[in-house]
């Protein structure tokens, strides 16, 4: 079965430093992966997905994934992260061949940023 | 495009009360998810549809709960009678077919507190 892991809970970095967030997946055959965003009282948003090409894939808000195959790892980065930045992120893994009803979504990362 | 709209943004009732949770997809869109959101779980998937029809409900998780998709632009999820362990923040996601099948989109969803 696949599986997500997001070993972060929570993390605070400063206005204008950079960002990791870690995520970790199990899957058996190369999988579909995803960063969802989420700010508070809303809905989530899709920062960026992988499901092959070049394993680093761009998003939206300067974000950015790297997949990592040999470390079977999806992790988020940003350079320099904004006060508007503060959310809470969301990995989710997904096979290649059906669609999002078998997506599985980590249990989220709370980004705090201070200034 | 107005999004995927819920309502209500939040509903306070008391336990054994029917309560009734609406979604519009964003138009076009031809598959609609019912998702969980819970700190203690994450983010469940209840039950999904393509084109008005129910595909899997195996995440619905009990008799107490159904949904319902009677056109493309209208959903419901209806607890009854509901709990104090049902309180969570439903979400409605749809997506649309092909090429871009692979994103969601969030509504805002509905915060339900059962009393």
């Known amino acids: 079965a696949q599986s997500v892991t997001q070993p972060d809970i929570h993390i605070t970095v400063s206005e204008g430093a950079s960002l990791e967030l870690r995520c970790n997946y199990s899957?058996?055959?190369?999988?579909?992966l995803f960063w969802y965003v989420q700010s508070p009282g809303q809905g989530l948003q899709l920062l960026l997905k992988?499901?092959?090409?070049?394993?680093l894939v761009q998003g939206i808000k300067g974000f950015e994934a790297e997949f990592k195959r040999s470390q079977s790892s999806f992790n988020l980065r940003k350079p320099s992260v904004h006060w508007s930045d503060a959310a809470e992120y969301f990995c989710?893994?997904?096979?290649?061949?059906?669609?999002?009803?078998?997506?599985?979504f980590g249990t989220g990362t709370r980004l705090t940023i201070i200034p | 495009d107005a999004g995927v709209i819920q309502s209500p943004r939040h509903e306070v009732t008391e336990m054994g009360q029917e309560v009734t949770l609406r979604c519009k997809p964003i138009?076009?869109?031809?598959?609609l998810f019912w998702y969980r959101q819970t700190m203690m779980r994450g983010l469940e998937l209840l039950i999904y549809?393509?084109?008005?029809?129910?595909?899997?409900d195996s995440g619905m998780p009990e008799d107490r709960f159904s949904a319902k998709m009677p056109n493309a632009s209208f959903s419901t999820l209806k607890i009854q009678p509901s709990e104090p362990r049902d309180s969570a923040v439903y979400f409605c996601?749809?997506?649309?077919?092909?090429?871009?099948?692979?994103?969601?989109?969030f509504g805002s969803g509905t915060q339900l507190s059962v009393l």
């Open positions: 138009s076009g869109h031809n598959s």
């Open positions: 992988y499901f092959s090409g070049d394993t």
């Open positions: 989710a893994v997904g096979p290649l061949n059906f669609g999002n009803e078998k997506l599985t």
């Open positions: 549809f393509n084109n008005n029809v129910p595909i899997d």
């Open positions: 899957y058996g055959a190369t999988p579909y």
């Open positions: 996601a749809s997506s649309p077919a092909g090429t871009n099948g692979k994103k969601l989109f």
